[in-house]
């Protein structure tokens, strides 16, 4: 949300002051989706080489292949779990906004591992579902409702977003040492525009009349009948993200 540069006040300048620290070198980007990380990446780092980017899904990849335009990217369509790359093959690898949907934690770290040359960098960003204000709440709220939706349907796999101090504990978990952690939001703006809201509230309708003959369409239903009234009452804005730069 609010990735798109309508409006990016927020404090995404503590990304460039973090990631220009950084000569990135052949990157990789797992569960790279529309790209947004990719592009990120590119005009925050010192420089790189090339950026690979995976993902499970070859219609997402379809899509952004048509709309990313950064120079010296290659899209493919890998499991995050079961890599093709020789081992240390990668200068930095990387996943955002990506490790709430995977349904092996483990296994797929222990593949960007494997991937990682000796003292190669290992970036984490990922948006938490705590410590936000009202109007981000709302945000995580739409998520997990999304996620609920994506479960019952098969579409991918989709847990809930986690909190501030799981995710922490899941990289260090995971025998990466964290060298630095910061947040940062795309913007400081809290929407009332109610027209924004109105498509949100029409899409999300839809894909809950997709699960009418679900056991838990009821309760997902009421769930957004709460939000909408949440929405209307705070507002939304754009979660806050963490971001981990670590080392394996």
């Known amino acids: 949300m609010y990735e798109d540069g309508r409006k990016r006040s927020g404090n995404v300048r503590i990304i460039k002051e973090n990631l220009s620290k950084f000569y990135g070198g052949k990157i990789l980007d797992v569960g790279t989706g529309r790209g947004d990380f990719i592009k990120l990446l590119s005009e925050n780092l010192k420089g790189y080489d090339k950026i690979v980017g995976i993902d499970s899904h070859e219609e997402i990849l379809d899509e952004t292949r048509e709309k990313l335009h950064t120079k010296n990217v290659e899209l493919i369509k890998m499991d995050g779990e079961n890599m093709d790359f020789e081992d240390e093959s990668f200068d930095a690898v990387c996943l955002s906004n990506t490790l709430h949907h995977l349904s092996d934690k483990t296994k797929v770290i222990e593949e960007m591992k494997r991937v990682l040359k000796t003292n190669g960098i290992f970036i984490i960003n990922e948006m938490f579902c705590d410590h936000q204000n009202e109007a981000q ?23 809930y977003t986690y909190r501030r101090e799981e995710i922490k504990e899941i990289i260090r978990s995971q025998g990466i040492k964290i060298l630095d952690a910061f947040e940062f939001k795309y913007s400081d703006e809290i929407s009332t525009n109610t027209d924004e ?6 899409a999300v309708g839809k894909r809950i009349e997709n699960i009418r003959q679900s056991p838990r369409y009821e309760e997902i239903k009421k769930r957004f009948e709460d939000l909408k009234e949440w ?18």
Request: hydrophobic share 45%; net charge neutral; no cysteine.
């Open 137 to 159: 709440m709302a945000h995580v709220y739409v998520h997990h409702i999304g996620a609920d939706i994506d479960m019952i349907t098969n579409r991918m796999n989709h847990n």
């Open 231 to 248: 929405m209307n009452k705070y507002g939304l804005a754009g979660a806050t993200q963490l971001m981990i730069i670590g080392k394996k």
């Open 197 to 202: 809201f109105e498509e949100i509230y029409t």
